[in-house]
């Protein structure tokens, strides 16, 4: 069965310092992972994809199949990043569903 | 549309009634999804659109929950008999290639309270 993983609830930093969203998941077949986003009194949003290899908003994630994560990344975090973040995975094929996971909090720090 | 719209916004209703929950994808997006959200959880799938295909509907929680689309056009998610634990933000979303190449696009959502 897919299932995503976010341990963290909650971060709290100040601007400027680096942050780092955990994602783990499990899957046995080759997976397409996600990040989506979804800032105060917004939709929730695509931020990246992996197959992308895309850098938004100075943002990026890379996939590590050996240790299953998917953990996204931005060296200085600014107050506009407050937000939750979902990550998502699909598998290739099929009904091409996404399978969330609970959501992190991020909150910036002036 | 300009994007995906969902109706209504905000839905209370008591114990037992039936809702129907609309979404409008954009126009010419294939696929269409629902995903349903409680309090401090993530996304739950529940029922997938793709075409004129057979849809997915592996996520419905029991069967009072169903779901119809026509063509690539309105959905409708009816909850019949509504239970407490109904309660939840029930997304649409909609997709030109499926989740994998674009993406999703969700709409506002609509917040369901059962009392």
């Known amino acids: 069965a897919q299932r995503v993983t976010q341990p963290e609830k909650l971060l709290s930093v100040f601007k400027g310092a680096p942050v780092e969203l955990k994602c783990n998941y499990s899957y046995s077949g080759s997976p397409e992972l996600f990040w989506y986003v979804q800032y105060s009194r917004q939709r929730l949003q695509l931020l990246l994809r992996h197959i992308s290899r895309e850098s938004i908003k100075g943002f990026t994630a890379d996939l590590n199949k050996g240790e299953t994560s998917f953990h996204l990344k931005k060296p200085f975090a600014q107050e506009e990043d407050s937000a939750m973040y979902y990550c998502?995975?699909?598998?290739?094929?099929?009904?091409?569903?996404?399978?969330f996971g609970k959501g992190m909090k991020l909150t910036v720090n002036p | 549309g300009a994007g995906v719209s969902q109706s209504p916004s905000n839905k209370v209703t008591e114990k037992g009634k039936d809702v129907e929950l609309r979404c409008d994808p954009i126009s010419g997006h294939t696929a269409l999804y629902w995903y349903r959200q409680r309090l401090g959880q993530g996304l739950e799938f529940l029922i997938y659109f793709q075409g004129n295909s057979a849809p997915d509907k592996s996520g419905l929680p029991s069967d009072r929950f169903s779901a119809e689309r026509t063509g690539e056009s309105v959905s409708t998610l009816t909850i019949q008999r509504t239970q407490q634990e109904d309660s939840a933000v029930y997304l649409c979303?909609?997709?030109?290639?499926?989740?994998?190449?674009?993406?999703?696009?969700f709409g506002s959502g609509t917040r369901l309270t059962v009392v």
């Open positions: 998502a995975l699909s598998s290739r094929g099929g009904s091409e569903k996404l399978v």
């Open positions: 979303a909609s997709s030109s290639q499926g989740g994998l190449a674009g993406g999703y696009t």
